[in-house]
Protein backbone atom coordinates (compact mmCIF):
# COMPACT_ATOMS: atom_id res chain seq x y z
CA UNK A 1 0.00 0.00 0.00
CA UNK A 2 1.30 3.78 -1.34
CA UNK A 3 2.44 5.91 1.73
CA UNK A 4 1.23 9.69 1.56
CA UNK A 5 3.20 11.13 -1.18
CA UNK A 6 4.46 14.78 -1.17
CA UNK A 7 5.54 16.68 -4.58
CA UNK A 8 8.11 18.45 -4.68
CA UNK A 9 10.29 17.28 -1.53
CA UNK A 10 12.46 20.31 -1.80
CA UNK A 11 12.13 23.88 -3.16
CA UNK A 12 13.78 27.00 -3.44
CA UNK A 13 11.83 30.37 -4.11
CA UNK A 14 12.20 33.86 -3.45
CA UNK A 15 10.55 36.63 -1.71
CA UNK A 16 6.98 37.60 -3.43
CA UNK A 17 7.12 34.04 -5.52
CA UNK A 18 4.10 31.90 -4.81
CA UNK A 19 4.54 28.30 -4.20
CA UNK A 20 1.91 24.96 -4.87
CA UNK A 21 2.84 22.03 -2.70
CA UNK A 22 1.25 19.25 -3.76
CA UNK A 23 0.18 15.94 -1.67
CA UNK A 24 -1.49 12.28 -2.66
CA UNK A 25 -3.01 10.37 0.31
CA UNK A 26 -2.95 6.73 0.69
CA UNK A 27 -5.75 5.05 -1.31
CA UNK A 28 -9.11 5.18 0.06
CA UNK A 29 -7.90 7.99 2.56
CA UNK A 30 -10.57 11.16 2.34
CA UNK A 31 -9.17 13.01 4.88
CA UNK A 32 -6.16 15.53 4.13
CA UNK A 33 -4.43 17.64 7.14
CA UNK A 34 -0.93 20.02 6.30
CA UNK A 35 1.19 21.32 8.92
CA UNK A 36 3.96 23.48 8.82
CA UNK A 37 6.84 22.54 10.84
CA UNK A 38 10.09 25.09 11.84
CA UNK A 39 12.54 24.85 14.28
CA UNK A 40 11.11 27.93 16.35
CA UNK A 41 7.29 26.71 16.08
CA UNK A 42 7.35 23.50 16.27
CA UNK A 43 4.57 21.22 13.97
CA UNK A 44 1.68 24.21 13.23
CA UNK A 45 -1.64 22.97 11.92
CA UNK A 46 -2.52 24.64 8.85
CA UNK A 47 -6.25 23.13 7.60
CA UNK A 48 -7.53 19.73 6.92
CA UNK A 49 -9.42 18.50 4.15
CA UNK A 50 -12.70 16.13 3.87
CA UNK A 51 -14.58 15.00 0.92
CA UNK A 52 -13.09 18.49 -1.12
CA UNK A 53 -14.69 20.80 1.81
CA UNK A 54 -12.13 22.60 4.28
CA UNK A 55 -13.41 21.39 7.88
CA UNK A 56 -10.83 23.09 9.77
CA UNK A 57 -8.41 25.89 9.61
CA UNK A 58 -5.76 26.77 11.72
CA UNK A 59 -4.62 30.39 12.61
CA UNK A 60 -2.13 31.20 9.68
CA UNK A 61 -3.09 34.23 7.10
CA UNK A 62 -4.89 34.12 4.20
CA UNK A 63 -1.76 33.93 1.92
CA UNK A 64 -1.69 30.00 3.06
CA UNK A 65 -4.81 28.41 0.96
CA UNK A 66 -5.53 24.56 -0.03
CA UNK A 67 -7.91 23.12 -1.66
CA UNK A 68 -8.68 19.00 -2.38
CA UNK A 69 -9.73 17.33 -5.05
CA UNK A 70 -12.32 14.66 -6.13
CA UNK A 71 -9.63 11.95 -5.80
CA UNK A 72 -8.84 13.19 -2.62
CA UNK A 73 -5.28 14.49 -3.43
CA UNK A 74 -4.80 18.23 -1.99
CA UNK A 75 -3.01 21.15 -2.81
CA UNK A 76 -1.58 24.42 -0.96
CA UNK A 77 -0.49 27.36 -2.09
CA UNK A 78 1.40 30.08 -0.44
CA UNK A 79 0.97 33.26 -1.91
CA UNK A 80 3.92 36.39 -1.51
CA UNK A 81 6.34 34.57 0.04
CA UNK A 82 8.28 35.45 3.15
CA UNK A 83 11.41 34.13 4.72
CA UNK A 84 9.15 33.50 7.77
CA UNK A 85 7.94 30.71 5.11
CA UNK A 86 10.77 28.47 4.89
CA UNK A 87 9.63 25.10 6.65
CA UNK A 88 9.26 21.95 6.61
CA UNK A 89 5.31 21.14 5.28
CA UNK A 90 4.31 18.07 6.20
CA UNK A 91 0.83 16.12 4.79
CA UNK A 92 -1.30 13.84 6.29
CA UNK A 93 -3.96 11.63 5.53
CA UNK A 94 -6.56 9.23 7.34
CA UNK A 95 -9.10 7.45 6.14
CA UNK A 96 -11.88 9.76 7.81
CA UNK A 97 -11.98 12.53 9.34
CA UNK A 98 -13.64 13.62 13.17
CA UNK A 99 -12.64 13.01 16.43
CA UNK A 100 -10.78 10.00 17.72
CA UNK A 101 -9.37 8.55 14.61
CA UNK A 102 -6.15 10.14 15.03
CA UNK A 103 -3.80 7.51 12.91
CA UNK A 104 -2.46 10.25 10.84
CA UNK A 105 -0.47 9.25 7.94
CA UNK A 106 2.38 11.27 7.46
CA UNK A 107 4.04 12.19 4.25
CA UNK A 108 8.12 13.18 4.20
CA UNK A 109 7.36 16.54 4.42
CA UNK A 110 8.04 19.42 1.20
CA UNK A 111 11.10 21.90 2.81
CA UNK A 112 10.70 24.82 1.31
CA UNK A 113 13.37 27.75 1.40
CA UNK A 114 12.01 30.97 1.16
CA UNK A 115 15.33 33.11 -0.13
CA UNK B 1 -6.92 27.13 24.98
CA UNK B 2 -4.98 24.09 23.71
CA UNK B 3 -1.51 23.66 24.41
CA UNK B 4 1.31 21.28 24.64
CA UNK B 5 4.71 21.39 26.47
CA UNK B 6 7.02 19.17 25.94
CA UNK B 7 9.89 20.88 28.47
CA UNK B 8 12.61 18.61 26.95
CA UNK B 9 14.20 19.58 23.36
CA UNK B 10 17.14 17.32 23.47
CA UNK B 11 18.03 14.60 25.30
CA UNK B 12 21.27 12.19 25.05
CA UNK B 13 21.31 8.43 26.31
CA UNK B 14 23.79 5.58 26.28
CA UNK B 15 22.01 2.48 24.60
CA UNK B 16 19.99 0.30 27.12
CA UNK B 17 19.63 3.16 29.11
CA UNK B 18 15.73 3.99 30.26
CA UNK B 19 14.62 6.97 29.18
CA UNK B 20 11.63 9.21 29.78
CA UNK B 21 9.87 12.24 27.84
CA UNK B 22 7.49 14.25 29.31
CA UNK B 23 4.65 15.76 27.78
CA UNK B 24 2.21 17.84 29.40
CA UNK B 25 -1.10 19.45 28.11
CA UNK B 26 -3.53 21.82 28.87
CA UNK B 27 -7.32 22.22 27.15
CA UNK B 28 -10.94 22.99 28.51
CA UNK B 29 -11.92 19.79 26.74
CA UNK B 30 -13.23 16.84 28.68
CA UNK B 31 -13.30 14.87 25.78
CA UNK B 32 -9.81 14.72 23.89
CA UNK B 33 -7.04 12.29 22.75
CA UNK B 34 -4.01 12.37 23.33
CA UNK B 35 -1.14 10.72 21.25
CA UNK B 36 2.87 10.28 20.49
CA UNK B 37 4.41 10.22 16.89
CA UNK B 38 7.64 9.80 16.21
CA UNK B 39 9.95 11.49 13.72
CA UNK B 40 13.12 9.97 12.27
CA UNK B 41 15.66 11.88 10.17
CA UNK B 42 13.75 10.78 7.34
CA UNK B 43 10.81 13.38 7.96
CA UNK B 44 7.21 11.41 8.33
CA UNK B 45 6.03 11.37 11.53
CA UNK B 46 5.26 7.33 12.41
CA UNK B 47 2.13 7.40 14.84
CA UNK B 48 2.98 5.48 18.19
CA UNK B 49 0.17 5.49 20.57
CA UNK B 50 -3.36 7.36 20.79
CA UNK B 51 -5.24 7.50 24.24
CA UNK B 52 -8.55 9.36 24.66
CA UNK B 53 -9.40 11.24 27.78
CA UNK B 54 -11.53 8.66 29.00
CA UNK B 55 -8.57 6.14 29.85
CA UNK B 56 -5.92 6.68 31.84
CA UNK B 57 -4.55 2.97 31.83
CA UNK B 58 -0.93 2.64 31.09
CA UNK B 59 0.05 0.88 27.50
CA UNK B 60 3.10 -1.38 27.26
CA UNK B 61 4.46 -1.97 24.06
CA UNK B 62 7.13 -3.51 23.97
CA UNK B 63 10.20 -1.27 25.28
CA UNK B 64 7.72 1.63 24.87
CA UNK B 65 5.11 2.71 27.35
CA UNK B 66 3.39 5.71 28.19
CA UNK B 67 1.72 6.93 31.53
CA UNK B 68 -1.06 9.18 31.46
CA UNK B 69 -2.16 11.15 34.10
CA UNK B 70 -5.07 13.23 34.33
CA UNK B 71 -4.56 14.67 37.43
CA UNK B 72 -1.27 16.52 36.65
CA UNK B 73 -2.66 16.73 32.67
CA UNK B 74 1.11 14.47 31.87
CA UNK B 75 0.87 11.89 29.30
CA UNK B 76 4.70 10.48 29.58
CA UNK B 77 6.63 8.54 27.40
CA UNK B 78 9.25 6.16 28.31
CA UNK B 79 11.12 4.15 26.57
CA UNK B 80 13.08 1.04 28.03
CA UNK B 81 17.06 -0.45 26.96
CA UNK B 82 16.89 2.14 24.68
CA UNK B 83 18.21 1.26 21.49
CA UNK B 84 20.71 3.27 18.74
CA UNK B 85 17.22 3.28 16.34
CA UNK B 86 15.00 4.97 18.86
CA UNK B 87 16.89 8.00 17.64
CA UNK B 88 14.37 10.57 16.55
CA UNK B 89 12.42 13.58 17.39
CA UNK B 90 9.69 12.48 19.37
CA UNK B 91 5.86 14.69 19.17
CA UNK B 92 3.20 14.77 21.99
CA UNK B 93 0.47 15.77 20.30
CA UNK B 94 -3.13 16.87 21.75
CA UNK B 95 -6.58 16.49 19.30
CA UNK B 96 -9.77 18.42 20.95
CA UNK B 97 -13.25 18.55 20.11
CA UNK B 98 -12.75 20.60 16.97
CA UNK B 99 -11.26 17.56 15.56
CA UNK B 100 -7.50 19.97 15.62
CA UNK B 101 -4.49 18.79 16.10
CA UNK B 102 -2.01 20.74 18.43
CA UNK B 103 1.41 19.13 18.76
CA UNK B 104 4.34 19.80 21.13
CA UNK B 105 7.91 21.88 19.77
CA UNK B 106 9.11 17.87 19.95
CA UNK B 107 11.97 16.58 21.86
CA UNK B 108 14.90 14.94 19.86
CA UNK B 109 16.30 11.95 21.18
CA UNK B 110 20.05 10.21 20.45
CA UNK B 111 20.95 7.18 21.47
CA UNK B 112 24.72 6.67 21.91
CA UNK B 113 26.18 3.29 21.14
Redesign the interface.
Known sequence: KA??TQTPRYLIKTRGQQVTLSCSPISGHRSV?W?QQTPG?????LF?YFSETQ??K?NFPGRFSGRQFSNSRSEMNVSTLELGDSA?Y?C?SSLV????T????????SRLTVL | AQKVTQAQTEISVVEKEDVTLDCVYETRDTTYYLFWYKQPPSGELVFLIRRNSFDEQNEISGRYSWNFQKSTSSFNFTITASQVVDSAVYFCALMNTGNQFYFGTGTSLTVIP
Open positions: GVSYQGLQFERNGLLAAGMGGELFFGEG
